[in-house]
């Protein structure tokens, strides 16, 4: 597409609004791109682009993953346009290419590194024609917004551009089934002591041969639809990853990985296993990217140990646990709750899983708590649980559904009261599960429940294994 005078115009729109921004003190990492694209819906397209782009989309893990990538480039010297603070959708694009650009719209950078929003990918990627696409997992997300599966499917397929390099998840068979024309490569996790042969979880949206519709055999299943399989009658199965995982070694915090036929060892900034999907995904584009190994291992030994979504502190020998669960996304909850329950010790569990807008802007639909895995939650050693928000009813009679304890259970539609309905004498760990709009409330509770705990005797503190 060639620069016409909207363009120009637009592009100027642009530059005032993020000077004026910046007089401000405000950061300029959305509205300069909103405001040119209302003046020129195609913005993006007559944008010139950086000589290499390098994409991250999927459901879960794009922003860590992204950042991730983002730190090992810049410790290996490389300078890079990215939207790290910003917005993934098209305006947040627009912005950081906009205020990495001259006058006239020529950008700064050679490099370009974008976390997509998969929903927005029609709006993106036939513009920004990405040399490489990570695509991390494909997984259910809100309903309202991502509808299902199938349709953010059918979004990636049909935009994506043909010559897109392709960096997909082998163990995840929605994901590795996407633009089988296009050229790619697969990264993966080898069975593991924790994996099983069959679904543990209510929702698996991969249930019969892609290719021939017939009953699929799993090889393993991790969580979900996650693991490996092979169909018995028209011989399909999940494809073979060149960048594999064969081992973590949580104590050296390392992993044994295979990259391109050789084996070597990587330093693994954490190791739950979403997080080694993030670190092997992260390696994988950056060695398709052309960064040798030996740099590789380098760039991650300087990783720092960021965990925004698991935040665990130690109160009078007990712990308080705060951890990320995306409202309205069935498969991070139900991760969520499974690591709670696995957590050791007895547990006083928080939800605080609401729509903050729920109330005020939108209206919200519940299904997504029936392919939640409540049912994790009814365990021996979560002794109680206390929902506060205005879909606390609906919460409850989840729980009650997924089996728990009528007594267990405390609820209320007053948020205020959350802390006051939790038991924190005789647990060794409270656990506030919160969605991400809920923050700054979830903040709150953790510093009151942080203060009660701090009133109570003193307890031993209890060795576990992490
Ligand atoms: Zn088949």
Known sequence: MRKNLRFYLALLCAKGTAAGLRLLGRKATNMPGSCAIRLCPDFLGRMPRPTRVIGVTGTNGKTSTSNMVEDMLASCGYDFICNGNGSNVDTGVAAALINHSTLLGKPKKDLAVFELDERSAPRILPYLRPDILLITNIFRDSYKRNAHVEFILDILNRYIPDSTRLILNADDLLCAGIRPENPRVYFGIDRQPDDGDTCRNIVQDVRVCPQCGGKLTWDFVRYHHIGRAHCPACGFASPSPKYRVIFTDPARRTMRVELAGVERELPLPNSSTINVYN???????????????????????????????????KVNGRSLVMHLAKGQNPIACSRAFENARDYPGKKSVLLFLDDFYDATHSVESTPWLYDTDFEFLNDENIASITVAGARHWDVFLRLLMAGVPREKIAHSGDTGRAVELTPTDGVDTVFILYDVFNIRFANGVRDQIRERLKALPPKEETAHED
């Open 279 to 313: 670190s092997l995904a992260a390696v994988a584009l950056l060695s398709e990217f052309g960064l040798p190994a030996e740099k590789l291992a380098a760039a991650m030994d300087k990783l720092a140990v960021s965990e925004t979504r698991f935040n665990e502190e």
